[in-house]
C-alpha cells in the first residue's frame, strides 16, 4: 500500500510538472526539460559504464547534452544564431580527442557510447524546441504547446490503454523476446484509447483535422511502443531491472521517457510533412 501511494503521488507530480512545463511558459519549459535531458544522459551513462574511472566524463557529457537543448531552444526560439552550436561542436571534439590521453582498453567503445547517448537522450528532447517554437511572423515566434503536450499525452494513454487491455485479454506476444508481457492486444488496445483521445485534441484545435490528428496518434503510438522496446532491450542487454530510482515507485528517466524519445523525431517528421507543410 505504502508502494502504490508513493507511486501515486510521483505519478501526479510527474504529470503536472511535465504539462505545465510544455503548456504555461517557455523558459520553464527550457529550464524542465533542460534539467531532465541532463539527468537522462547521467543516468544512460552510468548504465552503460563506459567511462573507465571516469566520473568527469560522465558529467561533461551530460553536461553537453544539457546545452544541445539550451542551444536548440535558444536558436528555435530566434533568440541566438547558429554559434550557438559552436561549444557543442567542441565537446562532440572533446570526446574523440580524450581517448587518445587515457589509454582505455576499449576506446571505440567508448565513442559508440558516448555519441549514442547523445544522439537517444539530447537529440530526441531537443527536437521538442522545433515543435513548440513556430514562427508567426517575420522576427517573431511564438511557443504552441499542443502538439507537445499530444506526444506525452497519447504516450500515457497508450501505456494505460495497453495494460488495461493487456492484462484482460493478452494471449499473443508482441515481442516475447524482449518484453513477455506485451501483447498484440494490448497494443491494439492502447492505439483505441488512443486514437480516440486524438480527437478530444481535434475538437479543441480544429486548425488541424481530425484525420490527421488520427495519424499523428498512430505514429505516436508505434514508434512509441517501438521505443519502449528499445529500452527493454538495452536493460536485458545490461542486465539490470530499472534504469535508475530518481523517480520513487516509477523506476528512472529512461523508463519514464523511453516510449517519449522515440515518439519525439517520429512525430516531429510527421507534423512537419502532414501539418505544417
Known sequence: MKNLITRALTGIIFVAVLV??????????????GLITGLSLWEFYGLVKH?????IKRFVSSLGGAYLFAATFGYANGLVGGNIFLPYLLFLMYTMITEL??????????????????????????????????????GEIVHIPYFALAIFVFVWVNDTGAYLVGSMLGKRRLFERISPKKSWEGFYGGLAFVLITSQIFAWFMPATNWYTWLGLAGTIVVFGTWGDLIESLM?????????????????????????????????????????RN
Not at 51 to 55: L, M, P, Q, T, V
Open 20 to 33: 505545465g512545463a510544455i503548456y504555461f511558459h517557455s523558459y520553464y519549459f527550457l529550464a524542465v526539460f
Open 51 to 55: 567511462y573507465e574511472n571516469a566520473a
Open 101 to 138: 590521453y587515457d589509454k582505455a582498453s576499449n576506446p571505440i567503445n567508448n565513442w559508440a557510447l558516448t555519441l549514442f547517448g547523445q544522439i537517444y537522450c539530447a537529440g530526441a528532447f531537443s527536437l521538442l524546441n522545433f515543435i513548440t517554437s513556430v514562427p508567426n511572423t517575420p
Open 235 to 275: 536493460k536485458r542487454t545490461l542486465g539490470v531491472k530499472d534504469s535508475g530510482h530518481v523517480l520513487p515507485g516509477h523506476g528512472g528517466m529512461l523508463d519514464r521517457f523511453d516510449s517519449v524519445m522515440m515518439a519525439i523525431p517520429a512525430a516531429y517528421i510527421y507534423i512537419e510533412l502532414f501539418i
